[in-house]
């Protein structure tokens, strides 16, 4: 997670790109309530942080393949 913490403080540094996302109504709403109970900022940021940590998972799968 430390690892994780220091990826999203970096990508909070530089700059966003717009892009248009499209998600069931049941997976808006859990993130909405999220945004409300101030679990995350705003949505784009769970959402950014939801990809990082499937970045992670992929970087160490790979790793972990290379190691092999």
Do not use: G, Y
């Not at 499209?22 to 909405?32: F, I, Q």
């Not at 990082?52 to 190691?67: P, V």
């Amino acid at each position: 997670n430390i690892k994780l913490s220091c990826t999203i403080l970096h990508c909070m540094k530089r700059k966003r790109e717009t892009i248009s996302l499209t998600l069931p109504p049941e997976v808006l709403e859990w993130l909405d309530r999220k945004v409300e109970d101030r679990t995350f900022a705003s949505r784009s940021f769970a959402v950014e942080k939801a990809v990082l940590a499937m970045m992670a998972e992929d970087k160490e799968r790979q790793e972990s393949k290379e190691r092999r």
